[in-house]
């Protein structure tokens, strides 16, 4: 089984400020993490994933995530804001013996200028 | 990176007729699809995973009667709303993987916006 929980459903932060996104997941094997962005009306788009490499993983736009299994968490993070980074954001955890990927419900970024 | 069309991108249609949804990909062959239902503010609900050649898995309490997919080559799936009903409007998003099992990408189309009148 699988899961996974983004623990805000909203953060707001200023322009210029850093951003954390958290993520926490639950997995009976290995897990593959990736972290999608949705702007309003539109599909999802990759910002960053991890497959059992580097344990920071650098994404599109400054993001960053860092895969802690200990803490079995995948935190999103970027050290300075834009407005343009305002957003749904979902964690999404793929598992061996699962190939279907469970989503987060999602975190609404609000950037204020 | 890998492209995944999907068409049309808004559609409003009369209660009772159908509404077919095309997702295609149009760089890569997809081993893959997956179709979605997303609610206002809400995150993404699985309706059904489809794989090339065969029927569609769906997940539970999701009609297949109701929403027929259709994969019939590597590059394009159909999610097809049969009897639209003003409940039946929401935003559907299709996804595609290329890869087996865990690592594999998942690829989004724009997603459609289905209104029913």
């Known amino acids: 089984a699988q899961s996974v929980t983004q623990l805000d459903s909203h953060v707001s932060v200023s322009e210029g400020t850093p951003v954390l996104l958290r993520c926490n997941y639950s997995s009976s094997y290995s897990p593959s993490l990736f972290w999608y962005v949705q702007h309003p009306n539109k599909g999802l788009q990759l910002l960053l994933k991890y497959t059992s490499a580097a344990t920071l993983v650098k994404g599109i736009n400054g993001f960053e995530a860092e895969f802690k299994k200990s803490e079995t968490s995948f935190h999103l993070t970027k050290p300075s804001a834009h407005m343009s980074d305002a957003a749904e954001y979902f964690c999404?955890?793929?598992?061996?013996?699962?190939?279907?990927?469970?989503f987060g419900r999602g975190t609404s970024l609000i950037v204020h200028p | 990176g890998a492209v995944v069309s999907q068409h049309p991108s808004r559609v409003i249609c009369k209660s009772g007729t159908s509404v077919k949804i095309e997702c295609r990909s149009l760089d890569f062959q997809a081993t893959t699809m997956f179709w979605y239902r997303q609610f206002p503010k809400k995150s993404l609900m699985l309706m059904a995973t489809?794989?090339?050649?065969?029927?569609?898995?769906?997940e539970q309490g999701v009609e297949k009667d109701k929403f027929l997919i259709n994969h019939a080559s590597l590059t394009l799936s159909t999610l097809t709303v049969t009897s639209a009903h003003p409940e039946d409007s929401s935003f559907y998003i299709c996804?595609?993987?290329?890869?087996?099992?865990?690592?594999?990408?998942?690829?989004f189309g724009e997603g459609s916006r289905l209104t029913v009148l």
């Open positions: 999404v955890v793929r598992t061996g013996g699962s190939y279907i990927p469970t």
């Open positions: 996804s595609a993987t290329t890869g087996t099992g865990d690592t594999g990408e998942l690829f």
């Open positions: 489809s794989n090339e050649g065969s029927k569609a898995t769906y």
